[in-house]
């Protein structure tokens, strides 16, 4: 039999949506207002589209806005922020088109977590679509740094996310996570991205060399539900002076963030390492951003927003698209 050419039906897995709309409703983290989506089934090809006060605006990263402690997008002056975990979902279960309809300046925070969205995207139902999903594949490396914090993103089979933090403190330690959706990356590809950083590199290591399992779109309760989705905001209870000054975490309490005092953490972890783990969740919401499904390996050292942000549009600027 003839090999099928690149973009064809036959190579590439189908897109998927959503079979009906579900809505999800709750407070802004930063700005505590009483926010909302529906989320809705779109078309082939759609992608992921917010829509607030009649503005659509794509998910990509070209509508990427300037917003501190979140990810956040713009299109005419409309913005819509804290993007990630609702991002991350989405991701995470395998959908490439929904219409997102926005009420208000937020996504609501729920429990701090893309648990919500995750369960609630499947109660309404993953179905398969004709077209061939677009793939991103990156062909040479991309490194974004800033001091000792880096995202660095490397050619592999599939997509696995991976984070390290060492806040240096007593409930703050070195950890890490990794979760890979297809294949695991290779042992020379782990050496090459551990031994190039310092930070948590052992933790790393031993994360990427036996990360979490990867999902089916069509599986009820996918591992990435049980392992990534649930991990949750945090912060330490010394930076919220500084949060609050910004005029941020006006919607912030001790249902949807973990708050890590000397003494210990505000709610018991879900995880002994889910400040990684959520790290992981973050930069998988940001990832989502560069159009399409992700063929790299992507380790996020000591980063944040502004770091996942910019190796996504370095990304997007380099890889192949197909499909």
């Given at each position: 039999?003839?090999?099928?050419?690149?973009?064809?039906?036959?190579?590439?897995?189908?897109?998927?949506?959503?079979?009906?709309?579900?809505?999800?409703?709750?407070?802004?983290?930063?700005?505590?207002?009483?926010?909302?989506?529906?989320?809705?089934?779109?078309?082939?090809?759609?992608?992921?589209?917010?829509?607030?006060?009649?503005?659509?605006?794509?998910?990509?990263?070209?509508?990427?806005?300037?917003?501190?402690?979140?990810?956040?997008?713009?299109?005419?002056?409309?913005?819509?922020?804290?993007?990630?975990?609702?991002?991350?979902?989405?991701?995470?279960?395998?959908?490439?088109?929904?219409?997102?309809?926005?009420?208000?300046?937020?996504?609501?925070?729920?429990?701090?977590?893309?648990?919500p969205f995750a369960?609630?995207?499947?109660?309404?139902?993953?179905?398969?679509?004709?077209?061939?999903?677009?793939?991103?594949?990156?062909?040479?490396?991309?490194?974004?740094?800033?001091?000792?914090?880096?995202?660095?993103?490397?050619?592999?089979?599939?997509?696995?996310?991976?984070?390290?933090?060492?806040?240096?403190?007593?409930?703050?330690?070195?950890?890490?996570?990794?979760?890979?959706?297809?294949?695991?990356?290779?042992?020379?590809?782990?050496?090459?991205?551990?031994?190039?950083?310092?930070?948590?590199?052992?933790?790393?290591?031993?994360?990427?060399?036996?990360?979490?399992?990867?999902?089916?779109?069509?599986?009820?309760?996918?591992?990435?539900?049980?392992?990534?989705?649930?991990?949750?905001?945090?912060?330490?209870?010394?930076?919220?002076?500084?949060?609050?000054?910004?005029?941020?975490?006006?919607?912030?309490?001790?249902?949807?963030?973990?708050?890590?005092?000397?003494?210990?953490?505000?709610?018991?972890?879900?995880?002994?390492?889910?400040?990684?783990?959520?790290?992981?969740?973050?930069?998988?919401?940001?990832l989502a951003l560069?159009?399409?499904?992700?063929?790299?390996?992507?380790?996020?050292?000591?980063?944040?927003?502004?770091?996942?942000?910019?190796?996504?549009?370095?990304?997007?600027?380099?890889?192949?698209?197909?499909?």
């Amino acid at each position: 039999m003839a090999s099928s050419p690149p973009g064809s039906f036959a190579r590439l897995p189908r897109q998927h949506t959503i079979s009906r709309p579900v809505t999800l409703a709750g407070t802004g983290l930063h700005t505590g207002r009483a926010v909302s989506v529906r989320l809705l089934p779109a078309a082939e090809d759609n992608g992921i589209v917010f829509i607030r006060d009649g503005t659509a605006i794509p998910a990509r990263v070209e509508q990427i806005d300037v917003s501190p402690r979140c990810s956040a997008l713009a299109n005419r002056g409309t913005q819509v922020m804290t993007v990630e975990h609702l991002l991350a979902a989405v991701a995470g279960v395998g959908i490439d088109n929904l219409r997102v309809e926005v009420e208000g300046p937020e996504i609501p925070a729920m429990d701090g977590s893309a648990l919500p969205f995750a369960r609630a995207l499947l109660r309404a139902g993953i179905v398969p679509q004709e077209a061939p999903i677009r793939r991103i594949t990156l062909h040479e490396p991309v490194w974004v740094s800033d001091g000792d914090r880096h995202v660095i993103a490397v050619p592999a089979d599939g997509l696995t996310v991976a984070a390290g933090v060492d806040y240096g403190r007593e409930h703050g330690r070195a950890q890490a996570y990794a979760y890979a959706f297809d294949r695991p990356p290779t042992p020379h590809l782990v050496s090459l991205v551990t031994t190039s950083v310092g930070g948590p590199a052992e933790e790393l290591a031993a994360a990427l060399h036996a990360p979490a399992g990867a999902i089916v779109p069509e599986d009820p309760e996918p591992p990435f539900v049980r392992e990534l989705a649930p991990a949750r905001t945090f912060c330490f209870a010394d930076w919220i002076p500084a949060i609050q000054a910004a005029g941020l975490g006006g919607g912030g309490s001790l249902a949807n963030t973990i708050v890590l005092f000397d003494e210990g953490p505000s709610t018991p972890l879900r995880f002994a390492n889910e400040l990684a783990r959520h790290k992981a969740l973050d930069l998988l919401g940001d990832l989502a951003l560069v159009g399409g499904r992700l063929n790299a390996c992507v380790v996020a050292i000591k980063a944040g927003h502004a770091l996942h942000l910019a190796a996504a549009e370095q990304i997007r600027r380099q890889a192949d698209v197909e499909g």
